[in-house]
């Protein structure tokens, strides 16, 4: 047989497209051409397939070698074609059977030596594999939903890949740790010789405890902590605001320890991202996110982008937390790419020869200190700015991307003798439980967090008493507040009323959520 036909994924943002690697071997001079629109990563992989070969015994045929990755408009790039590449050369040439490809799809990168290394998105790759065997996504590995029969085909990669993979429920999960263990699986006569699917072993709620710095060490800052309990059972965005030393950081750091437990739909889109990257974990399942980039990061760093577009942090950051210090410092171009997605929850990343989109659902804190010193208001160092650079500091922040960050508050200094008379504070276990409580009360009200909500659902959800409407038209008659700071607010109040147990929106709900709303051109 000079023809061997196999199956494999390219990744397309957080798509994986079916790729079929075409091996044919025909008379003439010696040579080996890879088409289909490599990549130079692609391109190389012809070297390490011939040692590969070599170096596991096997003869690398000295014909005319032609690799078709089909389909031919598609970009491929990484090294995770030299398995299939490599099998098809030996199926082709008759040194293994091929028989069984067909059932099988293949991906994984060859050292020199013939182990295989593992690859990027191998969790996206098994998502489309099995997306065509279902027709629909199938719930992770470890949920208590009854199992669905197998799908018909198997996925053989790298061992290193196999936990994140076997995290979609029923895949077929193969993996090896050599080029020699895959085709000893496809001529072995006994089942002992054959690979063993693969079955990853989920941590249970308790083993993921402790996960997250406990709110109990933070001393003091009542009003910010109430803040952030506010801001993790509505998911909203929230900008503390206070001099250096304060706590802002130690606070953030401690937010995603108080949000609610992620959903398995959640788990694995988050996964996935994180899949497309560096590879994902699974000791980290269901563990949130927290993203927190240094201020010199790019706009392509934060959003995504590349010639082969690849997620930025608001994406790794999804069904979790992004933390942005110093937020002055940013430049004022990188924030500005915020706005969209912090409205939509995605980001589409275009170029002229692709586009690409990830999603982007993240919970923004922020952080910063209220002018270029540091020190303004503070109870003990005085500052030394003019009331013009501390315009312009935080005039470095827009407008619209201000309007767009549901809360923002101060974070007083404390005094040394402050801090020694204070205990320890409410620890992130407590809180955990009144956010879960509130956020199980916005789903089984809306099917949603109260931070999603749409006009429509404001209006059917979220309408105030009729005190509580006074005092809010009334602050937006003072303020000048536009109509997407009347309906953050509403939202705001929506929470603090679930947080209450209440089904109506009070004066008091209203008014809590308008102190959480004072903007820094109001200062």
């Not at 470890?142 to 995290?167: H, M, V």
């Not at 171009?333 to 990830?358: W, Y």
């Amino acid at each position: 047989m000079s023809l061997a036909v196999l199956k494999s994924r390219a990744l397309a943002g957080m798509e994986a497209p079916e790729v079929t690697v075409e091996v044919h071997l025909a008379n003439g001079l010696p040579s080996f051409t890879i088409v289909g629109l490599p990549d130079t990563e692609v391109k190389e992989s012809k070297d390490r397939v011939r040692a590969a070969l070599q170096n596991g015994g096997f003869e690398f045929p000295a014909r005319r070698s032609t690799v078709n990755l089909a389909p031919a408009d598609l970009p491929k790039e990484s090294g995770r074609f030299d398995l299939p590449i490599a099998l098809g050369i030996l199926a082709a040439s008759g040194q293994m059977p091929a028989d069984e490809l067909s059932k099988y799809e293949f991906a994984g990168e060859l050292s020199l030596s013939g182990a295989l290394r593992p690859v990027r998105g191998a969790l996206a790759m098994t998502f489309a594999m099995h997306r065509g065997c279902h027709g629909t996504l199938a719930p992770p590995a470890g949920n208590a939903a009854p199992a669905r029969p197998a799908p018909a085909a198997g996925f053989i990669l790298p061992r290193a890949n196999a936990d994140e993979a076997a995290l979609v429920a029923d895949a077929a999960i193969f993996p090896a740790d050599s080029l020699l263990q895959v085709c000893a699986h496809f001529a072995a006569r006994h089942a002992d010789a054959r690979l063993v699917r693969h079955r990853v072993r989920l941590q249970t709620a308790p083993a993921r405890a402790g996960r997250h710095a406990d709110f109990a060490e933070v001393k003091g800052q009542a009003q910010a902590k109430r803040a952030l309990e506010v801001a993790a059972a509505g998911g909203h965005s929230i900008l503390l605001l206070g001099p250096p030393g304060t706590g802002k950081s130690m606070l953030a750091a401690r937010f995603a320890g108080i949000l609610p437990p992620m959903s398995d739909a959640e788990a694995l889109e988050s996964a996935a991202v994180q899949s497309l990257t560096s590879g994902f974990d699974a000791a980290r399942w269901k563990v949130r996110p927290y993203r927190a980039p240094h201020h010199t990061a790019s706009g392509v760093a934060l959003v995504g982008g590349g010639n082969t577009p690849r997620p930025g942090e608001i994406s790794l950051a999804h069904c979790g937390v992004l933390f942005l210090d110093e937020l002055p410092e940013f430049d004022r171009r990188v924030l500005e790419v915020l706005r969209e997605p912090m409205e939509s929850g995605q980001i589409t990343i275009s170029r002229a020869a692709r586009q690409a989109d990830f999603p982007a659902r993240f919970q923004l804190i922020a952080a910063m200190n209220p002018c270029p010193c540091g020190y303004l208001g503070h109870p003990a160092n005085r500052c030394q700015c003019t009331p013009e650079s501390v315009r312009r500091y935080q005039a470095r922040i827009s407008g619209p991307l201000l309007d767009r960050i549901d809360m923002q508050i101060q974070v007083g200094a404390l005094t040394h003798a402050e801090l020694q008379k204070m205990a320890d504070g409410e620890s992130s276990l407590a809180i955990a439980g009144r956010v879960a409580g509130a956020r199980a009360a916005q789903l089984a009200r809306q099917d949603k967090p109260n931070h999603v909500l749409s006009s429509a659902d404001i209006d059917r959800h979220c309408r105030p008493d009729a005190a509580g409407e006074d005092i809010l038209r009334l602050t937006m008659l003072r303020l000048n507040w536009s109509a997407r700071a009347y309906h953050r607010v509403l939202k705001v109040a929506r929470t603090i009323a679930d947080l209450a147990g209440s089904n109506g929106i009070g004066q008091a709900h209203v008014a809590e959520a308008i102190q959480y709303r004072r903007a820094l051109r109001e200062q």
